[in-house]
């Protein structure tokens, strides 16, 4: 039986992280492309599409730990989308920022293995938060995909 207490604990310092960063980096997102709900719908879209590319076949993680991994959906994206990525574009450019977030997003959720999945997430979710200029979308892409593997893996 696995502890749920590193999973809890990570995500109560991204929780710390992101809302340090909402209240006092003053990043500037990039420009809104689409409407709220709009970049919702297609965040759902692209977890469905993420999840059957990349975990249908995989099997299901213990489930005590879906809610961890829905908060993940919310406070990893500030972290990586909001933070890393808008808050290091004036410096480096959205498609440096995306290089930037995207490898720093696999390199915290792998060692080796699953390095290119971890990859193909982290550029899809900053791709969408780009492609919409909305980070619910990208906070939509996440927790969906994880609620899709938590809940829709194999058993």
Do not use: K
């Not at 971890?118 to 969906?144: E, K, N, P």
């Amino acid at each position: 039986m696995t502890s749920l207490r590193p999973a809890v604990a990570l995500q109560g310092a991204y929780v710390a992280a992101a809302c340090l960063l909402l209240l006092f980096a003053g990043i500037a997102p990039p420009p809104p492309r689409v409407g709220g709900l709009v970049a919702l719908a297609a965040g759902l879209l692209l977890a469905v599409i993420l999840y059957g590319a990349l975990a249908r076949r995989a099997e299901a993680p213990d489930r005590r730990l879906l809610v961890p991994a829905l908060g993940a959906g919310a406070t990893e994206e500030i972290v990586w989308r909001w933070g890393v990525l808008a808050g290091t574009a004036p410096t480096l450019g959205w498609p440096g920022a995306l290089t930037l977030s995207t490898w720093c997003f696999a390199l915290r959720h792998t060692r080796s293995e699953g390095l290119v999945a971890y990859l193909v997430l982290g550029a899809s979710f900053g791709g969408v938060f780009l492609a919409t200029g909305r980070l619910a979308a990208a906070i939509a892409a996440h927790a969906g995909y994880n609620a899709l593997v938590f809940l829709a893996g194999r058993r």
